[in-house]
């Protein structure tokens, strides 16, 4: 599966942004998909993922009840509405997607999209 990731920005603090990333392969719909993030000089994190069907989701604890992660699998589309933004939040945003088991521990992805960059000014 290839991803295109979407949506990345400049905001101020206390807005909203809506990332989504655009999978390509009839698969994507059976794979678990998710966002990470990376700050300079520091490894991926996992900011949310979700299930195949999008009946089960994490969160890191930095973002919950601030970013929510869903999919649409007609349009082979995962979206991260991103509420309530902080400075702490500007970050490069991966998507990934792969047909691992879903669960809160399994945190590898096999595919990555590329990154968009998401900014918050204080």
């Known amino acids: 599966v290839q991803l295109q990731a979407s949506g990345g920005g400049l905001v101020q603090a206390g807005g909203s942004l809506r990332l989504s990333c655009a999978a390509s392969?009839?698969?994507?719909?059976?794979?678990?998909a998710g966002w990470f993030r990376q700050y300079p000089a520091a490894e991926r994190e996992l900011v949310a993922h979700?299930?195949?069907?999008?009946?089960?989701?994490y969160y890191a604890d930095s973002v919950k009840g601030r970013f929510t992660i869903s999919r649409d699998n007609a349009k082979n589309t995962v979206h991260l509405q991103m509420n309530s933004l902080k400075p702490e939040d500007t970050a490069v945003y991966y998507c990934?997607?792969?047909?691992?088991?879903?669960?809160?521990?399994?945190?590898?992805?096999?595919?990555w999209g590329q990154g968009t960059l998401v900014t918050v000014s204080s």
């Open positions: 990934a997607a792969d047909g691992q088991p879903f669960s809160t521990t399994n945190r590898r992805y096999t595919n």
């Open positions: 979700i299930n195949w069907s999008g009946a089960r989701a």
């Open positions: 392969g009839r698969t994507f719909s059976t794979y678990r």
